[in-house]
Structure formats: C-alpha cells, structure tokens
C-alpha cells in the first residue's frame, strides 16, 4: 500500500468536499474530522463484535449478503451482493486518518511503523487514546504519527491484507465523490 499515493488521493476527495461545502467562518473541521474517526471507529468495533459478551455471535462482520433492487423496482427480481462490512468500516477510519493528516498539513513522515498490541480491544484502547490526545494537542504532529501506526495496525490484526484495504478504500473514495456530485 502507497500511503503517499493515497494522501493524495484523500486530499482530491477533501478538496472536491470543501468545494461542495465551503467552510464557514470560525469553523474548527479538524475537530470535525477527529470526531468523524472517533464515529467511524466505533462503527468498525460495532462490525468486529469481539467485545460483545452478552452474545453468542460474536463473530466478525467479514461477509454479508446485500439484497437490492435495480433502479429500485424488483424488474428481475432481487440481486445480492456480498460485503465486507468490517472492511467497509476499516476503510472508513482510514479515510478520516489521512484527511486528519491532509487537515495538519505538516510534513508528516508517510511510511508509519505498524504497531500492534496483543488483542484487538487493546488495539482499540490505544486508537482511541491517540485520538483524544490530537483532540487536545492538534499541533503536535506525534500523537498523529503514534495514531496512523495503531490505525494501520489493526487493519492487519483484522486479517486484511494491504491489497484489500486499498481496494476498499479506492471504493469508497469513489462513492464519496459520488456522493458529492448528487448533493450529498
């Protein structure tokens, strides 16, 4: 995986975004953004289920059928797609991580060390300490650093591989964009 490649890509997405949606005045959108990963990282934990004790499922959501229509009517009938929801989720966080870092706009080393912890909700701990020390000191460019390493960090404790992330994340970014062009 690219990181580089993909801060640029990630900033296309933030200036198409920013010219749909021009900052007020007095707007904070770093902290917009931090809270947006804070959001989609509790969305990814949601899919990883691990933490679910009071379930018997407590299984990854690593494939799911999607049932929909074409063009919204039932033509020929339903189609089924399966996803990745954990994925889906993952690339979400590493949407927000790299539009955090383009928001800094520092001179951000982009080859982060992978740093992992022994389980996944110890990853989680870490993820989320990361992200409310940024909360607290945005201008201090480690804490970033220290938070892409654990954030990268977990795709891999997911089991995915660099291939499928970016893949995930290209689809993402395409939808986003889409999303944009409708008025989203």
């Known amino acids: ?7 640029e890509i990630q900033r296309g997405l933030d200036d198409h975004i920013e010219q749909e949606h021009p900052r007020q005045e007095g707007e904070d959108r770093l902290a917009d953004k931090i ?14 289920r691990g ?3 009071w379930r018997k499922d407590r299984e990854p959501r690593i494939n799911h059928t999607e049932i929909y229509f074409v063009n919204g009517e039932n033509e020929h009938g339903p189609r089924q797609k399966l996803t990745n929801p954990l994925l889906e989720e993952y690339a979400d966080c590493l949407h927000f991580g790299l539009s955090i870092g383009n928001e800094m706009d520092t001179d951000i ?27 607290f000191i945005a201008e201090d460019c480690s804490f970033y650093e220290k938070l892409m390493s654990w954030l990268l960090g977990l795709g891999g404790m997911f089991g995915f591989t660099w291939d499928q992330v970016e893949e995930a994340y290209m689809q993402k970014n395409k939808l986003n964009h889409q999303r944009q062009e409708s008025g989203y």
Do not use: V
């Not at 080393?109 to 940024?134: A, C, G």
């Open 109 to 135: 080393e982009k080859n982060f060390p992978i740093r992992t912890e022994r389980d996944i909700r110890e990853q989680f701990k870490m993820l989320y300490h990361f992200i409310s020390e940024l909360t």
């Open 35 to 48: 809270l947006a990963l804070q959001t989609e990282l509790g969305e990814c934990a949601n899919e990883w």
């Open 1 to 7: 995986m690219n990181l580089a490649e993909l801060y």
């Open 51 to 53: 933490f679910k004790f």
